[in-house]
């Protein structure tokens, strides 16, 4: 069994799963008078050419911890993000997209604790697994991809991979 360390989320460490969300150390320019601040184009919204992109919330509850990373998922149509609408930590399970192939190296999967204050938006077909709350009824907004065709692939490990999230 391999317990995955929980690392902290930042833009550079996300950078090979997606974007990080989040205004704190990031460039902005002044709009509106001089009275808000804009932190312009902080990740990506990507859509194949028949898709449409829509915004959503998905309301979640934890899950039981130590968690088994039994599966990941992938939208190979479009990005999908997750923005914390009440402001709570959240974790994440991520594996490269590797060649596209529907198949992970249990050893490329990592997990990152998101800040309550940083969402994430992960890039078309960025292995991840689903919405990992940690309150129950946290509330997340998500942008993605709506359209035709089965944007959501899933992979099983072996039973033999047994990877693990504990919570410190
Ligand atoms: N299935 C679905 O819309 N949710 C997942 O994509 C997820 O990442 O939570
Ligand atoms: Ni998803």
């Excluded at 320019?29 to 601040?37: A, D, H, K």
């Excluded at 709570?88 to 800040?115: K, M, Q």
Aim: aromatic residues 10%; glycine residues 8%.
């Amino acid at each position: 069994m391999k317990t995955l360390k929980i690392e902290p989320l930042t833009k550079e460490a996300f950078a090979p799963f997606g974007d990080v969300i989040e205004s704190e150390g990031r460039d902005y320019f002044m709009i509106n008078n001089g009275s808000t601040r804009r932190y312009h184009k902080l990740g990506d919204v990507q859509l194949d050419e028949q898709g449409q992109g829509i915004i959503n919330i998905f309301r979640a509850d934890t899950l039981e911890y130590p968690l088994p990373i039994k599966m990941l998922e992938r939208h190979p149509f479009g990005s999908q993000s997750f923005i914390p609408l009440f402001g709570h930590e959240f974790l994440l399970v991520v594996a490269p997209v590797g060649d596209g192939s529907l198949n992970i190296d249990p050893s490329t999967v990592r997990a990152f604790r998101a800040s309550a204050r940083q969402g994430v938006n992960y890039h078309s077909g960025v292995w991840h697994h689903p919405i990992m709350a940690l309150r129950d009824g946290d509330e997340f907004l998500v942008v993605d991809r709506s359209g035709p065709g089965n944007n959501c692939d899933e992979f099983y490990f072996d039973e033999s991979v047994q990877l693990t999230v504990e919570l410190d």
